[in-house]
Nanobody, 119 residues
């Protein structure tokens, strides 16, 4: 009922920056939390950062001080500014949104966007 489309993934050198975007679309929905997760080859999907509707943010220890999550509630869009990228940040980054829609509670995922950091 809520679709997410990510963009912004790319190949970048270590120390570089990228900005990921995720736009939510659908009808009659209210988002409570949006966030970013990532999955590296051979590893489990892990939390990167989340932001709730009131603006409270949460970050994985591995990205604190380097990544910044923000949102534009009017556009139902969440962003992830990634600075000082490291090769270990290489992963597929997935957007997640949770909230209430016409059919009840939803927990939606995007298709993922590839971030590759070269050393």
């Amino acid at each position: 009922q809520v679709q997410l489309v990510e963009s912004g993934g790319d190949l970048v050198q270590a120390g570089g920056s990228l900005r990921l975007s995720c736009a939510a679309s659908g009808t009659s929905f209210s988002i409570s939390t949006m966030g970013w997760y990532r999955q590296a080859p051979g590893k489990q999907r892990e939390l990167v950062s989340t932001i709730i509707s009131g603006g409270y943010t949460n970050y994985a220890d591995s990205v604190k001080g380097r990544f910044t999550i923000s949102s534009d509630n009017a556009k139902n869009t969440v962003y992830l500014q990634m600075n000082s990228l490291k090769p270990e940040d290489t992963a597929v980054y997935y957007c997640n949104a949770r909230g209430l829609g016409r059919k009840g509670v939803f927990d939606s995922w995007g298709q993922g966007t590839q971030v590759t950091v070269s050393s």
